[in-house]
């Protein structure tokens, strides 16, 4: 087969009404999950197709920044829930004084309810020195990293799987605990389980903490 033959694009595959329709299903149930966590553990099969999926994201240069550790060790658990406990404190009293016992009562986490948790690492030295779209923007290999867990998100709602990203943690705590080299970013702290009961919409909204916007408010149409 020659080279050409090789690289050539074929026919784009064409998704049914039903498939598209299934797509965009999944997108509007997957949900930020807190408290809902069952304590099975993932199926290795199951955890494995979530892991392909998110292996199969785009990433900058074809680079695949991206490792992902997983974490099923109490110990560490409670460590990094002590984290999220100091840094959960110091946002609270960050916010203004008529907010600070409604951001008390949200709960923000499940890291020792979740059967697992999934640390997201970027290796900013992955594919060298000089990376294909990264060298005018620094950056692109941690965006890499956040649409690998997009992905992972999806897949892991398709199988009953609740993912929860923890964001209220100091990250220069966080590599350090888990060993890692200082090239290493923890890009996304997941906790990943099964789920039976699911909110309908984003948890933050339902609490009245936050309201999502329509789309249209997001479009901006310019001429120049
Ligand atoms: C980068 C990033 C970081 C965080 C989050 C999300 C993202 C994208 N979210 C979840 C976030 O609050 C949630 O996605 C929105 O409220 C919308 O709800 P659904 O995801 O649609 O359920 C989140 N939630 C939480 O309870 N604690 C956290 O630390 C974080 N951190």
């Known amino acids: 087969m020659s080279l050409e033959s090789t690289c050539a694009p074929k026919a784009a595959r064409v998704f049914t009404d039903d498939e598209r329709q299934a797509l965009h299903d999944v997108i509007a149930h997957r949900r930020d999950v807190r408290n809902e966590f069952l304590p099975d553990p993932v199926a290795p099969e199951v955890l494995r197709r979530i892991l392909m999926a998110a292996h199969a994201a785009p990433s900058v240069g074809l680079s695949q920044p991206w490792d992902f550790i997983l974490i099923r060790d109490p110990g560490m658990r409670a460590r990094v829930k002590a984290l999220f406990e100091a840094a959960n404190a110091q946002a609270a009293a960050m916010f203004p004084e008529e907010k600070r016992s409604q ?3 949200l709960k923000l986490e499940g890291i020792e309810t979740a059967p697992l948790s999934i640390a997201v690492t970027c290796d900013r030295s992955r594919g060298g020195e000089v990376v294909l779209g990264r060298t005018h923007q620094r950056d692109m290999d941690l965006y890499s990293c956040v649409c ?9 709602r398709v199988e009953g799987v609740g993912v929860g990203w923890v964001s209220i943690v100091e990250e220069a705590a966080l590599g350090p605990l888990l060993g890692l080299p200082d090239h290493v970013r923890v890009v996304a702290w997941l906790c990943v389980g099964y789920v039976r009961d699911l909110f309908d919409g984003p948890e933050l909204e339902a609490r009245g903490w936050a309201r999502a916007r329509a789309l249209d408010a997001h479009i901006r149409e310019e001429h120049w």
């Open 103 to 105: 951001y008390a009562a």
């Open 148 to 156: 690998a867990v997009q992905n992972l998100w999806l897949a892991a």
